[in-house]
């Protein structure tokens, strides 16, 4: 099993940055694809950015193309969302999840494992 907690969300002006964080304990995290996603109420969950288990692999939304970078230390257990240039289209609160078999999908349905998520404000 995988265990995640986000962090590092908060408020923003738009055009600002911020990165998010995401801490994972179990044994099988670093042969697991890895995946962001956001949510706004009222919305369906909407995917963000996939990297595979080895970092060799990243795919993003067109929507945070170009904006946000995502990575991964294995070592510490940690996966990061760079997000810059934020947009007030940006706002949501932001899940990190984990797919034990997969290699980095955009289909919320194959991750296993999410976490509580963090909000993330873009303010106008």
């Known amino acids: 099993q995988v265990q995640l907690v986000e962090s590092g969300g908060g408020l923003v002006q738009a055009g600002g940055s911020l990165t998010l964080s995401c801490a994972a304990s179990g044994r099988t995290f670093s042969s697991s694809a890895m995946g962001w996603f956001r949510q706004d109420p009222g919305k369906e969950r909407e995917f963000v950015a996939a990297i595979s288990w080895s970092g060799g692999r990243t795919s993003y939304a067109d929507s945070v193309k170009g904006r946000f970078t995502i990575s991964r230390d294995n070592a510490k257990k940690m996966v990061y969302l760079q997000m810059n240039d934020l947009k007030p289209e940006d706002t949501a609160i932001y899940y990190c999840?984990?797919?034990?078999?997969?290699?980095?999908?955009?289909?919320?349905?194959?991750?296993?494992?999410w976490g509580q998520g963090t909000q993330v404000t873009v303010s106008s």
């Open positions: 999840a984990a797919d034990p078999l997969g290699a980095g999908s955009s289909s919320a349905y194959v991750y296993n494992y």
